[in-house]
C-alpha cells in the first residue's frame, strides 16, 4: 500500500460472521490536485481458484451446477447456477486449493493443472483475486462422485457436457458465471481442443 494519493485511511468494521465486511473512509487526491473523502463499503472473504477440466478426445468439459442464492435475489429464478468448479483457498496456495477442490466438487483427481490468468473478480466491492487454471481429465482419474464437502453443506451437481455444448448454453446466457465465462472463452480463443 504505498499510494500517496491516498491518507487517512480508517477501517470500521461492520460485519464479521463468516467473512468480513468493513467500511473504507479515506481521502483521495483526484486527478484535477482536488483532496476529497471517500466513503468505500469492502468485503474480504480471502482469494479463490477455478478450473476448466476439458478431455481433448471426447470433446468435453466437466462443470458444476448449484445453488447460489445472491442470484436467486437478482433474477435468477431457480437460483441454480453453472460454474466451473471453484473453492476459496484458505490456508492453501493456489495449486493446491484447486486439485483440492476439483476431486471435492467434480469427483476427478488431477495432478497437473495449468494456470491462464490472475483477475480481481468484483474490484469495486470484493477483495478477492481468483486464479484461474485448465486441467486435462479423463474418465479413470475419477475417484468419487463429487458433489462437495459434507462439513460445508455443499450439494454440487457434476456435469459433463461437449464443449460446443456449453458455448451454446453460454451464447444463450444459460451460463452466466463471468469465471466460467472467462475460461471458456480462454479455451476458444485459444483453440485449447485442437493443440
Ligand atoms: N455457514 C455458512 N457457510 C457458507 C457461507 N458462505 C459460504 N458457505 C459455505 O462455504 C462453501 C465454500 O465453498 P468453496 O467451494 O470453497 O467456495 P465457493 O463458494 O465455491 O467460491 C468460489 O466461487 C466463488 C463465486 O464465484 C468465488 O468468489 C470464490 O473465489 C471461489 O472461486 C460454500 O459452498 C458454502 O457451503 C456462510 O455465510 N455461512
Ligand atoms: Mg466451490
Redesign the pocket.
Given at each position: 500500500m504505498s499510494n500517496t494519493r491516498i491518507k487517512n485511511l480508517k477501517k470500521e468494521l461492520l460485519s464479521h460472521?463468516?467473512?468480513t465486511l468493513n467500511k473504507l473512509t479515506f481521502d483521495y487526491q483526484l486527478n484535477n490536485g482536488e483532496w476529497v473523502t471517500q466513503i468505500r463499503e469492502c468485503y474480504d472473504?480471502?482469494?479463490?481458484?477455478?478450473i476448466l477440466l476439458y478431455n481433448k478426445e471426447k470433446q468435453t468439459v466437466v462443470l458444476t451446477r448449484?445453488l447460489?442464492i445472491p442470484t436467486y435475489m437478482n433474477g435468477n429464478s431457480e437460483g441454480l447456477l453453472i460454474?466451473a468448479?471453484?473453492?476459496?483457498?484458505?490456508d492453501d496456495n493456489p495449486e493446491d486449493c484447486i486439485k483440492k477442490?476439483t476431486e471435492?466438487?467434480t469427483g476427478y483427481r488431477i495432478n497437473h493443472v495449468k494456470k491462464v490468468l490472475e483477475a480481481y473478480?468484483s474490484p469495486g466491492t470484493?477483495t478477492?483475486i481468483?486464479h484461474y487454471f485448465i486441467a486435462e481429465y479423463s474418465s479413470d482419474m475419477r475417484v468419487n462422485k463429487g458433489g462437495?464437502?459434507k462439513n460445508?453443506?455443499?450439494d454440487?451437481e457434476v456435469l459433463e457436457m461437449p464443449f460446443k455444448e456449453a458455448i451454446e448454453l453460454m451464447k444463450r446466457g444459460e451460463i452466466k458465471?463471468?469465471?466460467t465465462v472467462c475460461l471458456l472463452q480462454y479455451a476458444q480463443i485459444n483453440n485449447i481442443f485442437k493443440n
Amino acid at each position: 500500500m504505498s499510494n500517496t494519493r491516498i491518507k487517512n485511511l480508517k477501517k470500521e468494521l461492520l460485519s464479521h460472521h463468516r467473512y468480513t465486511l468493513n467500511k473504507l473512509t479515506f481521502d483521495y487526491q483526484l486527478n484535477n490536485g482536488e483532496w476529497v473523502t471517500q466513503i468505500r463499503e469492502c468485503y474480504d472473504r480471502g482469494n479463490g481458484a477455478v478450473i476448466l477440466l476439458y478431455n481433448k478426445e471426447k470433446q468435453t468439459v466437466v462443470l458444476t451446477r448449484q445453488l447460489r442464492i445472491p442470484t436467486y435475489m437478482n433474477g435468477n429464478s431457480e437460483g441454480l447456477l453453472i460454474e466451473a468448479c471453484a473453492g476459496l483457498l484458505d490456508d492453501d496456495n493456489p495449486e493446491d486449493c484447486i486439485k483440492k477442490e476439483t476431486e471435492e466438487e467434480t469427483g476427478y483427481r488431477i495432478n497437473h493443472v495449468k494456470k491462464v490468468l490472475e483477475a480481481y473478480s468484483s474490484p469495486g466491492t470484493l477483495t478477492e483475486i481468483l486464479h484461474y487454471f485448465i486441467a486435462e481429465y479423463s474418465s479413470d482419474m475419477r475417484v468419487n462422485k463429487g458433489g462437495g464437502a459434507k462439513n460445508e453443506t455443499e450439494d454440487i451437481e457434476v456435469l459433463e457436457m461437449p464443449f460446443k455444448e456449453a458455448i451454446e448454453l453460454m451464447k444463450r446466457g444459460e451460463i452466466k458465471d463471468l469465471k466460467t465465462v472467462c475460461l471458456l472463452q480462454y479455451a476458444q480463443i485459444n483453440n485449447i481442443f485442437k493443440n
